[in-house]
């Protein structure tokens, strides 16, 4: 970057900018928010939840002093639910639909009881799933993302020998290198990994999957797709979506302009005194994902943050509660402003924009550093070349009702199918297809805890 190599704050201050933004409760204050708890009957909380956690039920437990119980409720319906307590958007899901909430109260903090009771089986090492009798059957996954831990969690409680493929060197998916630190920290995603490894599921990292003609990554071993439909009775695709999409406009390879799916791996997996961040940063695009990169550039130093979208502020994807926590952090705010060159000499100094608002006025804001959230990309070639799966006119892998592809004995979860969505969603996904491949192979009908 030609502004600055490093950020500008010390050690112990960026600590504090990314504390966790909700913090554990202590067991008084769990006990005293548990009892506010109505614990309706055919509760709306539930029914919000996408992976239908019975809420009430983990509740009273906490209120009961039963955390280990209360954690079993929430990880039978939702193996990743420790990361879900903290990602989830739970103003528009389950505390949004909470009976307090219509009655003008304050709803119930469900969020952060979830991270209560799952906390607590972490910290003491407290198993609260178990293997199922081994079938004779083997089902291999590819990604060990939310869809992928999910659906490797319940295939193994149904008996089966699961091998997960995860390209990365720490399995996780995006709870692992891309949910910004300030909500999540790395190792709760990788105490889920652990939760999932108990249950005997064996995860083999640095592994790509290739076509027979393709050679993998030096560092990485690569197999084939049709070795796996060989060493296993079914394949589970469960990876996520590509890289951030292309800007194509001039400048975009110039020194400073950056992937935020890239920039937020910095933050997960480097020491935070040790990354870069330019002082006058701008960020393209308005999802979660830019909210993210923005509100993390601020909080490691950068002294000012803008976030630019060609659209209206009501058209951006991201919750509202994203874009009011880059606000509280200083980040400003550019609508109706299309990227239409990025200008430098070697380095980024500036980037000029057109206005969307009918003016075609131009609009340049100095910066030393871009980061590109424009989307990401679906990995179209990977599915039909690799795997020899359909894709519909979105580049998404197309299954049935089971999750089956169209080709026999290959299944799909997660945002390949969704097309992007919340780690929640593509949990149940995978939850989903489990019981599909179970059907399949087993013949037999599943009802997991919260399938439908």
């Known amino acids: 970057m030609s502004g600055t190599d490093r950020n500008h704050l010390d050690t112990a201050t960026i600590e504090e900018n990314f504390a966790e933004i909700n913090p554990a409760m202590t067991f008084a204050e769990a006990a005293a928010e548990a009892h506010r708890c109505l614990y309706c009957y055919d509760a709306p909380c539930m029914q919000a939840c996408p992976t239908h956690i019975d809420v009430p039920s983990f509740i009273r ?9 209360s954690a079993r409720v929430i990880f039978e319906a939702n193996p990743i639910g420790a990361t879900c307590a903290r990602v989830c958007p739970v103003e528009v899901l389950c505390e949004g639909a909470c009976v307090e ?8 903090e469900i969020g952060r009881l979830q991270r209560h009771a799952t906390d607590h089986v972490f910290k003491n090492n407290i198993s609260v799933l178990k293997r199922g009798e081994p079938n004779g059957m083997s089902v291999g996954i590819i990604g060990s993302g939310p869809a992928g831990l999910s659906g490797a969690a ?5 008996g089966y020998d699961v091998t997960i493929y995860e390209r990365k060197e720490m399995a996780g998916g995006l709870n692992t290198y891309a949910m910004a630190e300030y909500k999540i920290r790395q190792q709760t995603s990788l105490e ?3 939760l999932v490894e108990a249950l005997g599921v064996n995860i083999r990292v640095n592994t790509e999957i290739i076509r027979p003609d393709a050679e993998s990554d030096e560092a990485k071993e690569g197999i084939v797709f049709d070795r796996l439909l ?3 009775n079914t394949v589970l695709i469960a990876v996520g979506l590509g890289q951030t999409n292309r800007l194509n406009i001039p400048g975009e390879s110039l020194k400073g302009v950056n992937d935020a799916l890239a920039f937020i791996e910095q933050i997960k997996t480097r020491e935070w005194d040790s990354i870069s961040v330019g002082k006058n940063v701008v960020v393209i695009g308005a999802g979660n994902t830019a909210i993210d990169a923005a509100t993390q550039a601020k909080r490691l130093g950068a002294e000012k943050v803008t976030l630019i979208y060609r659209r209206t502020e009501k058209d951006a994807p991201a919750y509202d509660y ?3 926590i880059a606000r509280l952090d200083g980040v400003e705010f550019v609508w109706q402003a299309a990227p239409a060159e990025i200008i430098g000499n070697g380095s980024v100094s500036l980037l000029r924009c057109v206005k969307t608002d009918g003016s075609g006025e131009s609009l340049d804001i100095a910066c030393d550093q871009v980061i590109k959230a424009i989307g990401q990309s679906r990995m179209t070639e990977f599915f039909t070349e690799t795997c020899g799966v359909n894709t519909d006119e979105h580049g998404r892998v197309i299954v049935d009702e089971m999750m089956m592809t169209t080709r026999p004995e290959v299944f799909a979860a997660g945002d390949c199918v969704s097309g992007g969505a919340d ?8 939850k989903k297809a489990a019981a599909g491949i179970h059907n399949h192979l087993a013949g037999v009908y599943v009802d997991l805890p919260g399938l439908y």
Not at 61 to 69: H, M
Not at 101 to 108: C, G, S, V
Not at 154 to 158: D, E, G, I, K, V
Not at 423 to 430: E, I, N, R, S
């Open 154 to 158: 319940y295939l193994a409680q149904l």
């Open 61 to 69: 437990k906490i209120a009961t002093e039963n955390l280990k119980g």
């Open 101 to 108: 909430k219509t009655l003008l109260q304050r709803p119930i």
């Open 192 to 194: 889920e990994v652990g």
């Open 423 to 430: 780690a929640v969603d593509a949990a149940q996904l995978g």
């Open 322 to 324: 994203e874009m009011e």
């Open 230 to 232: 060989q060493d296993h």
